[in-house]
Protein backbone atom coordinates (compact mmCIF):
# COMPACT_ATOMS: atom_id res chain seq x y z
CA UNK A 1 0.00 0.00 0.00
CA UNK A 2 2.38 2.20 0.82
CA UNK A 3 4.57 1.79 -1.96
CA UNK A 4 1.09 2.26 -4.23
CA UNK A 5 0.91 5.48 -2.20
CA UNK A 6 4.28 7.38 -3.21
CA UNK A 7 4.01 6.39 -6.96
CA UNK A 8 0.46 8.18 -7.02
CA UNK A 9 2.14 11.03 -5.48
CA UNK A 10 5.15 11.09 -7.60
CA UNK A 11 2.87 11.14 -10.37
CA UNK A 12 0.81 14.04 -9.01
CA UNK A 13 4.46 15.98 -8.73
CA UNK A 14 5.21 15.26 -12.01
CA UNK A 15 1.84 16.57 -13.33
CA UNK A 16 1.81 19.59 -11.41
CA UNK A 17 5.92 19.88 -11.99
CA UNK A 18 4.66 19.90 -15.92
CA UNK A 19 1.81 21.93 -15.77
CA UNK A 20 4.58 24.86 -13.57
CA UNK A 21 6.85 24.46 -16.60
CA UNK A 22 4.22 24.93 -19.41
CA UNK A 23 3.16 27.65 -17.90
CA UNK A 24 0.12 26.21 -15.94
CA UNK A 25 -0.92 24.65 -19.65
CA UNK A 26 -2.18 20.74 -19.67
CA UNK A 27 -3.13 19.06 -22.84
CA UNK A 28 -7.02 17.78 -22.84
CA UNK A 29 -5.59 15.54 -26.13
CA UNK A 30 -2.72 13.07 -25.65
CA UNK A 31 -2.80 12.91 -29.38
CA UNK A 32 -3.54 8.90 -29.17
CA UNK A 33 -6.58 7.49 -28.47
CA UNK A 34 -10.20 9.79 -26.92
CA UNK A 35 -8.86 8.83 -23.46
CA UNK A 36 -10.60 11.94 -21.19
CA UNK A 37 -13.53 11.97 -23.85
CA UNK A 38 -16.99 10.38 -24.14
CA UNK A 39 -19.76 10.63 -26.92
CA UNK A 40 -22.94 12.25 -26.23
CA UNK A 41 -25.99 12.83 -28.31
CA UNK A 42 -25.52 12.10 -31.50
CA UNK A 43 -23.78 9.15 -33.45
CA UNK A 44 -21.13 11.08 -35.62
CA UNK A 45 -18.25 9.45 -36.11
CA UNK A 46 -14.91 10.56 -33.86
CA UNK A 47 -11.59 8.81 -33.98
CA UNK A 48 -8.03 9.86 -33.86
CA UNK A 49 -5.56 10.05 -37.03
CA UNK A 50 -2.53 11.21 -37.13
CA UNK A 51 -2.53 13.11 -34.05
CA UNK A 52 -5.74 15.07 -34.45
CA UNK A 53 -9.14 14.23 -33.36
CA UNK A 54 -11.61 13.45 -36.46
CA UNK A 55 -15.11 14.29 -36.34
CA UNK A 56 -17.17 12.51 -38.87
CA UNK A 57 -20.74 13.66 -40.00
CA UNK A 58 -23.36 11.03 -40.50
CA UNK A 59 -27.04 11.10 -41.86
CA UNK A 60 -30.16 10.65 -39.31
CA UNK A 61 -28.41 11.89 -36.26
CA UNK A 62 -29.25 15.26 -34.02
CA UNK A 63 -25.88 17.38 -32.76
CA UNK A 64 -23.05 15.32 -31.44
CA UNK A 65 -20.79 16.34 -28.83
CA UNK A 66 -17.25 14.63 -27.91
CA UNK A 67 -17.07 15.61 -24.35
CA UNK A 68 -14.64 15.93 -21.67
CA UNK A 69 -15.00 13.52 -18.81
CA UNK A 70 -13.82 16.70 -16.52
CA UNK A 71 -16.21 19.63 -15.80
CA UNK A 72 -14.35 22.81 -15.51
CA UNK A 73 -15.49 26.32 -14.12
CA UNK A 74 -12.89 29.09 -14.60
CA UNK A 75 -10.20 28.34 -17.66
CA UNK A 76 -8.68 29.50 -20.57
CA UNK A 77 -8.88 27.02 -23.30
CA UNK A 78 -6.80 26.63 -26.46
CA UNK A 79 -7.39 24.93 -29.33
CA UNK A 80 -6.76 24.50 -33.44
CA UNK A 81 -9.66 23.17 -35.82
CA UNK A 82 -9.90 22.47 -39.48
CA UNK A 83 -13.28 22.19 -40.69
CA UNK A 84 -14.50 21.57 -44.18
CA UNK A 85 -16.30 24.98 -46.33
CA UNK A 86 -19.99 23.69 -45.54
CA UNK A 87 -20.11 22.53 -42.38
CA UNK A 88 -21.15 24.42 -38.90
CA UNK A 89 -19.92 23.35 -36.10
CA UNK A 90 -19.12 24.62 -32.42
CA UNK A 91 -17.08 24.23 -29.20
CA UNK A 92 -19.08 23.83 -25.89
CA UNK A 93 -18.48 24.60 -22.92
CA UNK A 94 -19.36 25.27 -19.12
CA UNK A 95 -21.87 22.74 -20.86
CA UNK A 96 -24.83 20.35 -18.81
CA UNK A 97 -25.84 17.41 -19.92
CA UNK A 98 -28.09 15.34 -17.35
CA UNK A 99 -30.68 12.49 -17.62
CA UNK A 100 -32.86 14.29 -16.01
CA UNK A 101 -32.85 17.55 -18.47
CA UNK A 102 -34.13 17.39 -21.87
CA UNK A 103 -32.92 13.83 -21.81
CA UNK A 104 -29.71 14.56 -21.63
CA UNK A 105 -29.28 16.59 -24.48
CA UNK A 106 -26.14 19.01 -24.08
CA UNK A 107 -26.82 22.46 -23.32
CA UNK A 108 -25.21 25.55 -22.54
CA UNK A 109 -22.35 27.87 -24.21
CA UNK A 110 -20.70 27.29 -27.79
CA UNK A 111 -17.86 28.76 -29.17
CA UNK A 112 -19.20 29.13 -33.04
CA UNK A 113 -17.43 27.88 -35.82
CA UNK A 114 -19.22 29.46 -39.04
CA UNK A 115 -17.11 28.84 -42.62
CA UNK A 116 -20.43 30.49 -44.10
CA UNK A 117 -20.68 33.97 -45.89
CA UNK A 118 -22.63 34.69 -42.28
CA UNK A 119 -18.76 34.62 -40.97
CA UNK A 120 -20.03 34.48 -37.34
CA UNK A 121 -17.15 32.22 -36.34
CA UNK A 122 -15.93 33.05 -32.33
CA UNK A 123 -19.43 34.11 -31.55
CA UNK A 124 -21.14 32.81 -28.31
CA UNK A 125 -24.23 30.60 -29.16
CA UNK A 126 -26.08 29.61 -25.78
CA UNK A 127 -27.05 25.90 -27.76
CA UNK A 128 -30.16 24.68 -26.43
CA UNK A 129 -30.58 27.37 -24.26
CA UNK A 130 -31.14 31.11 -24.76
CA UNK A 131 -29.83 30.97 -28.48
CA UNK A 132 -27.43 33.59 -29.99
CA UNK A 133 -25.82 35.75 -27.03
CA UNK A 134 -23.31 37.75 -28.87
CA UNK A 135 -23.45 37.53 -32.86
CA UNK A 136 -20.24 39.12 -35.00
CA UNK A 137 -22.43 41.78 -36.38
CA UNK A 138 -21.53 43.45 -32.98
CA UNK A 139 -17.99 43.15 -34.08
CA UNK A 140 -17.79 43.22 -37.77
CA UNK A 141 -13.99 43.53 -37.92
CA UNK A 142 -14.13 39.89 -36.69
CA UNK A 143 -15.86 38.52 -39.57
CA UNK A 144 -12.55 38.15 -41.40
CA UNK A 145 -10.87 36.24 -38.50
CA UNK A 146 -11.71 32.98 -40.33
CA UNK A 147 -9.87 31.09 -42.68
CA UNK A 148 -11.00 29.35 -45.18
CA UNK A 149 -9.04 25.98 -45.78
CA UNK A 150 -6.67 26.50 -43.18
CA UNK A 151 -6.22 25.61 -39.42
CA UNK A 152 -7.76 28.33 -37.25
CA UNK A 153 -6.73 28.73 -33.70
CA UNK A 154 -9.22 29.21 -30.98
CA UNK A 155 -9.20 30.67 -27.70
CA UNK A 156 -11.55 31.14 -24.76
CA UNK A 157 -11.55 32.55 -21.87
CA UNK A 158 -13.87 31.94 -18.92
CA UNK A 159 -13.11 33.52 -15.45
CA UNK A 160 -16.05 34.49 -13.33
CA UNK A 161 -18.90 35.76 -15.07
CA UNK A 162 -16.57 37.21 -17.67
CA UNK A 163 -16.54 34.95 -21.05
CA UNK A 164 -14.42 36.21 -24.40
CA UNK A 165 -13.36 34.52 -27.51
CA UNK A 166 -10.27 35.14 -29.68
CA UNK A 167 -9.87 33.56 -33.08
CA UNK A 168 -6.09 33.53 -35.16
CA UNK A 169 -5.67 36.22 -32.05
CA UNK A 170 -8.10 38.60 -33.37
CA UNK A 171 -10.73 39.70 -30.47
CA UNK A 172 -14.20 38.61 -31.03
CA UNK A 173 -17.01 37.95 -28.17
CA UNK A 174 -17.23 39.25 -24.84
CA UNK A 175 -20.64 38.25 -22.75
CA UNK A 176 -20.78 38.70 -19.33
CA UNK A 177 -23.07 35.99 -17.94
CA UNK A 178 -23.75 34.03 -14.77
CA UNK A 179 -26.13 31.16 -15.57
CA UNK A 180 -23.60 28.00 -15.91
CA UNK A 181 -20.70 28.50 -13.16
CA UNK A 182 -18.85 25.62 -14.58
CA UNK A 183 -19.70 22.19 -16.76
CA UNK A 184 -18.35 20.40 -19.78
CA UNK A 185 -16.20 21.10 -22.66
CA UNK A 186 -17.12 19.56 -25.29
CA UNK A 187 -16.28 19.37 -29.68
CA UNK A 188 -19.46 19.42 -32.00
CA UNK A 189 -20.58 17.94 -35.17
CA UNK A 190 -23.21 19.23 -36.25
CA UNK A 191 -26.21 17.07 -37.64
CA UNK A 192 -26.83 17.52 -41.34
CA UNK A 193 -30.09 17.99 -43.33
CA UNK A 194 -31.82 14.44 -45.24
CA UNK A 195 -30.34 16.24 -48.82
CA UNK A 196 -26.61 16.57 -47.38
CA UNK A 197 -24.28 14.08 -47.98
CA UNK A 198 -22.90 13.03 -44.84
CA UNK A 199 -18.89 12.16 -44.33
CA UNK A 200 -18.23 15.99 -43.86
CA UNK A 201 -14.77 16.25 -41.64
CA UNK A 202 -13.85 18.56 -38.72
CA UNK A 203 -10.50 18.11 -36.86
CA UNK A 204 -9.41 19.64 -33.92
CA UNK A 205 -5.26 19.78 -32.48
CA UNK A 206 -3.61 21.17 -29.81
CA UNK A 207 -5.88 20.67 -27.03
CA UNK A 208 -5.07 22.68 -24.06
CA UNK A 209 -6.62 24.31 -20.91
CA UNK A 210 -5.29 26.53 -18.39
CA UNK A 211 -6.87 26.51 -14.66
CA UNK A 212 -4.86 28.70 -12.62
CA UNK A 213 -3.03 31.80 -12.21
CA UNK A 214 -5.91 33.18 -14.50
CA UNK A 215 -6.86 36.91 -15.02
CA UNK A 216 -9.84 38.36 -16.78
CA UNK A 217 -9.16 40.32 -19.50
CA UNK A 218 -10.92 43.74 -19.33
CA UNK A 219 -9.92 45.28 -22.22
CA UNK A 220 -12.13 47.78 -23.98
CA UNK A 221 -11.39 46.58 -27.57
CA UNK A 222 -15.00 45.31 -28.37
CA UNK A 223 -18.54 45.81 -27.83
CA UNK A 224 -19.79 44.13 -24.40
CA UNK A 225 -22.63 41.80 -24.19
CA UNK A 226 -23.67 42.22 -20.71
CA UNK A 227 -26.49 39.66 -19.22
CA UNK A 228 -25.98 40.53 -15.26
CA UNK A 229 -29.22 43.01 -14.77
CA UNK A 230 -28.72 46.38 -14.39
CA UNK A 231 -24.17 46.56 -13.87
CA UNK A 232 -21.33 48.02 -15.73
CA UNK A 233 -18.41 46.30 -16.39
CA UNK A 234 -14.97 48.19 -16.27
CA UNK A 235 -14.86 47.78 -20.30
CA UNK A 236 -18.01 49.31 -20.81
CA UNK A 237 -16.99 52.10 -18.47
CA UNK A 238 -14.21 53.02 -20.15
CA UNK A 239 -16.31 52.65 -23.51
CA UNK A 240 -18.39 55.50 -22.20
CA UNK A 241 -22.00 53.45 -21.02
CA UNK A 242 -23.93 54.37 -17.96
CA UNK A 243 -26.65 53.50 -16.39
CA UNK A 244 -30.28 54.59 -17.01
CA UNK A 245 -31.83 52.72 -14.16
CA UNK A 246 -30.14 51.78 -11.03
CA UNK A 247 -32.16 48.22 -10.34
CA UNK A 248 -33.47 49.98 -7.01
CA UNK A 249 -35.22 53.66 -7.71
CA UNK A 250 -36.72 55.82 -10.13
CA UNK A 251 -33.84 58.41 -10.28
CA UNK A 252 -33.18 60.01 -13.61
CA UNK A 253 -37.03 59.14 -14.67
CA UNK A 254 -40.21 61.24 -14.26
CA UNK A 255 -43.82 61.75 -15.95
CA UNK A 256 -43.97 63.24 -19.48
CA UNK A 257 -44.67 66.51 -18.93
CA UNK A 258 -44.05 66.42 -15.38
CA UNK A 259 -41.47 66.87 -13.09
CA UNK A 260 -42.52 64.10 -10.71
CA UNK A 261 -41.78 60.00 -11.25
CA UNK A 262 -45.73 59.21 -11.51
CA UNK A 263 -47.72 57.80 -8.48
CA UNK A 264 -49.07 55.37 -10.51
CA UNK A 265 -48.71 52.51 -13.36
CA UNK A 266 -45.32 52.20 -12.86
CA UNK A 267 -43.03 50.73 -10.02
CA UNK A 268 -39.54 48.84 -9.22
CA UNK A 269 -39.90 45.26 -8.74
CA UNK A 270 -37.50 42.64 -8.81
CA UNK A 271 -34.73 44.81 -10.47
CA UNK A 272 -36.96 46.03 -13.12
CA UNK A 273 -39.11 48.90 -14.23
CA UNK A 274 -42.40 47.51 -14.41
CA UNK A 275 -45.39 48.94 -16.00
CA UNK A 276 -48.49 48.06 -14.65
CA UNK A 277 -51.26 46.51 -16.16
CA UNK A 278 -54.28 48.42 -15.57
CA UNK A 279 -57.72 46.04 -16.04
CA UNK A 280 -61.39 46.55 -15.75
CA UNK A 281 -61.72 45.11 -12.19
CA UNK A 282 -58.12 47.03 -11.53
CA UNK A 283 -57.70 50.33 -13.51
CA UNK A 284 -54.37 52.11 -12.97
CA UNK A 285 -53.86 55.61 -14.42
CA UNK A 286 -50.88 54.98 -16.11
CA UNK A 287 -48.64 57.96 -18.61
CA UNK A 288 -45.50 57.57 -20.33
CA UNK A 289 -42.38 58.07 -18.25
CA UNK A 290 -38.81 60.07 -19.51
CA UNK A 291 -35.59 60.51 -18.55
CA UNK A 292 -34.45 63.90 -16.80
CA UNK A 293 -32.19 63.89 -19.40
CA UNK A 294 -31.94 64.50 -22.82
CA UNK A 295 -29.33 63.41 -25.82
CA UNK A 296 -28.29 64.12 -29.15
CA UNK A 297 -26.75 61.15 -30.57
CA UNK A 298 -26.69 58.01 -28.66
CA UNK A 299 -26.15 54.23 -28.57
CA UNK A 300 -29.08 52.88 -25.97
CA UNK A 301 -29.27 49.63 -25.01
CA UNK A 302 -32.17 47.62 -23.11
CA UNK A 303 -33.47 44.54 -21.94
CA UNK A 304 -37.54 44.18 -22.12
CA UNK A 305 -39.98 41.50 -21.17
CA UNK A 306 -43.65 41.49 -21.69
CA UNK A 307 -46.60 39.80 -20.63
CA UNK A 308 -48.89 37.85 -23.10
CA UNK A 309 -50.74 39.73 -25.67
CA UNK A 310 -48.65 43.50 -24.22
CA UNK A 311 -47.79 46.60 -26.35
CA UNK A 312 -45.62 49.45 -25.39
CA UNK A 313 -42.50 51.13 -26.91
CA UNK A 314 -39.13 53.15 -26.15
CA UNK A 315 -39.61 56.34 -27.86
CA UNK A 316 -36.90 59.15 -29.35
CA UNK A 317 -36.77 62.16 -30.79
CA UNK A 318 -39.91 62.93 -29.26
CA UNK A 319 -41.81 66.95 -29.10
CA UNK A 320 -42.91 67.59 -32.68
CA UNK A 321 -46.50 67.12 -32.41
CA UNK A 322 -46.79 66.65 -28.57
CA UNK A 323 -44.35 65.36 -25.73
CA UNK A 324 -45.36 61.66 -26.53
CA UNK A 325 -44.55 61.93 -30.03
CA UNK A 326 -41.63 60.70 -31.99
CA UNK A 327 -39.84 57.74 -33.48
CA UNK A 328 -40.44 54.36 -31.69
CA UNK A 329 -38.91 50.77 -31.08
CA UNK A 330 -41.80 49.12 -30.98
CA UNK A 331 -42.28 46.46 -28.15
CA UNK A 332 -44.97 43.96 -28.83
CA UNK A 333 -46.05 40.53 -28.26
CA UNK A 334 -46.45 40.09 -32.52
CA UNK A 335 -48.55 36.48 -31.67
CA UNK A 336 -51.20 38.26 -29.37
CA UNK A 337 -51.77 41.51 -30.37
CA UNK A 338 -53.74 42.62 -32.76
CA UNK A 339 -51.44 45.99 -33.37
CA UNK A 340 -48.81 43.12 -35.15
CA UNK A 341 -51.46 42.81 -38.10
CA UNK A 342 -52.25 46.79 -38.36
CA UNK A 343 -50.34 49.63 -40.08
CA UNK A 344 -48.32 49.03 -43.97
CA UNK A 345 -46.67 45.76 -44.12
CA UNK A 346 -46.25 44.80 -40.72
CA UNK A 347 -44.57 47.76 -39.71
CA UNK A 348 -45.90 47.90 -36.30
CA UNK A 349 -44.61 44.97 -34.81
CA UNK A 350 -41.87 44.21 -32.74
CA UNK A 351 -38.84 46.24 -32.93
CA UNK A 352 -40.01 47.73 -35.77
CA UNK A 353 -39.61 51.66 -36.35
CA UNK A 354 -43.63 52.27 -35.03
CA UNK A 355 -45.89 52.65 -38.36
CA UNK A 356 -43.16 53.67 -40.55
CA UNK A 357 -40.50 50.78 -41.61
CA UNK A 358 -41.08 46.67 -40.18
CA UNK A 359 -38.09 45.33 -38.57
CA UNK A 360 -36.60 42.38 -40.92
CA UNK A 361 -35.97 39.88 -38.10
CA UNK A 362 -36.28 36.08 -38.30
CA UNK A 363 -38.42 34.32 -35.58
CA UNK A 364 -35.60 32.51 -34.07
CA UNK A 365 -33.98 36.15 -32.76
CA UNK A 366 -37.31 36.89 -31.04
CA UNK A 367 -38.19 35.76 -27.50
CA UNK A 368 -41.50 35.41 -26.78
CA UNK A 369 -43.60 36.62 -23.81
CA UNK A 370 -42.32 36.08 -20.72
CA UNK A 371 -38.62 35.85 -21.78
CA UNK A 372 -36.24 38.50 -21.90
CA UNK A 373 -35.28 40.42 -25.37
CA UNK A 374 -32.61 42.70 -25.75
CA UNK A 375 -32.95 46.05 -27.54
CA UNK A 376 -30.64 48.76 -28.94
CA UNK A 377 -31.05 51.96 -30.82
CA UNK A 378 -28.01 53.60 -32.17
CA UNK A 379 -28.41 56.98 -33.15
CA UNK A 380 -25.70 58.77 -34.86
CA UNK A 381 -24.92 62.42 -35.54
CA UNK A 382 -25.41 62.38 -39.11
CA UNK A 383 -29.16 61.04 -38.66
CA UNK A 384 -28.55 57.74 -38.99
CA UNK A 385 -30.34 55.44 -37.18
CA UNK A 386 -30.55 51.91 -35.83
CA UNK A 387 -32.78 49.77 -34.51
CA UNK A 388 -31.31 46.10 -33.03
CA UNK A 389 -33.14 43.29 -31.37
CA UNK A 390 -31.13 40.37 -29.83
CA UNK A 391 -27.70 41.49 -31.44
CA UNK A 392 -29.16 41.72 -34.64
CA UNK A 393 -29.57 45.07 -36.90
CA UNK A 394 -33.39 44.70 -37.72
CA UNK A 395 -34.17 48.23 -38.85
CA UNK A 396 -32.11 51.11 -40.94
CA UNK A 397 -32.74 54.55 -42.10
CA UNK A 398 -32.02 58.23 -42.05
CA UNK A 399 -33.71 60.65 -40.33
CA UNK A 400 -34.75 63.70 -42.73
CA UNK A 401 -33.93 61.97 -45.65
CA UNK A 402 -36.44 61.71 -48.49
CA UNK A 403 -37.30 58.12 -47.97
CA UNK A 404 -37.75 58.86 -44.42
CA UNK A 405 -40.31 61.95 -45.50
CA UNK A 406 -41.89 59.36 -47.67
CA UNK A 407 -42.70 56.97 -45.13
CA UNK A 408 -44.07 59.64 -42.43
CA UNK A 409 -46.36 61.00 -45.13
CA UNK A 410 -48.13 57.48 -45.59
CA UNK A 411 -48.25 56.82 -41.52
CA UNK A 412 -50.41 58.20 -38.81
CA UNK A 413 -47.69 61.10 -38.64
CA UNK A 414 -48.42 62.66 -41.36
CA UNK A 415 -49.95 65.72 -39.83
CA UNK A 416 -46.88 66.34 -37.50
CA UNK A 417 -44.85 69.19 -38.69
CA UNK A 418 -41.08 67.69 -38.45
CA UNK A 419 -41.78 64.54 -36.83
CA UNK A 420 -39.07 63.12 -35.31
CA UNK A 421 -36.53 65.70 -36.07
CA UNK A 422 -36.18 67.46 -32.46
CA UNK A 423 -32.32 67.62 -32.11
CA UNK A 424 -32.18 66.61 -28.09
CA UNK A 425 -34.67 63.73 -26.88
CA UNK A 426 -35.23 62.09 -23.53
CA UNK A 427 -35.77 58.57 -23.61
CA UNK A 428 -39.61 57.63 -22.82
CA UNK A 429 -40.62 54.28 -21.94
CA UNK A 430 -44.89 54.11 -23.09
CA UNK A 431 -47.58 53.31 -20.67
CA UNK A 432 -49.53 51.42 -22.82
CA UNK A 433 -51.86 49.72 -19.99
CA UNK A 434 -49.98 46.85 -20.53
CA UNK A 435 -47.47 44.92 -18.17
CA UNK A 436 -44.22 45.38 -19.36
CA UNK A 437 -40.53 44.95 -17.80
CA UNK A 438 -37.18 46.59 -18.64
CA UNK A 439 -33.77 46.45 -17.10
CA UNK A 440 -30.43 47.24 -18.04
CA UNK A 441 -31.12 50.55 -19.59
CA UNK A 442 -27.85 52.02 -20.50
CA UNK A 443 -26.61 54.91 -23.00
CA UNK A 444 -23.64 56.35 -24.40
CA UNK A 445 -23.15 59.27 -25.83
CA UNK A 446 -22.05 59.14 -29.53
Known amino acids: MRKIQLSLLLVLVAIAVSAKSNGGWQSLFNGKD ?55 SGIQFRSISKPEVMNGRVHGYQCEVDPSTRAWSGGIYDEARRGWLYTNELNPAAKAAFKLNQWNKYRIECIGSSIRTWLNGVPVAYVLDNTTPSGLIALQVHSIGA ?22 TEKADVFVVNLLPNTLSKAEKEQGWKMLFDGQTTKG ?21 M ?100 GRIVAT ?23 FKELV ?38
Open 253 to 273: WKAVNKDQFPAEGWKVEEQTL
Open 381 to 403: ADNRIEHWLNGVKVVEFVRGSEP
Open 195 to 216: TDQPGKQIKWKNIRIKTTGLKA
Open 409 to 446: AKSKFKDFKDFGMVEQTPILLQYHNDQVKFRSIKIKNL
Open 34 to 88: LTGWHQLNGKADYKVENGEIVGTTVSNTPNSFLATDKEYSDFILELDLFVANDMN
Open 275 to 374: AVASRPEAQVKGVDIVTEEKFTAFDLQFEFNFAEGANSGVKYYIGNGGASVGLEYQVLDDKKHPDAKMGIDGNRTMSSLYDLIKADKQDRFTKPAGEWNR
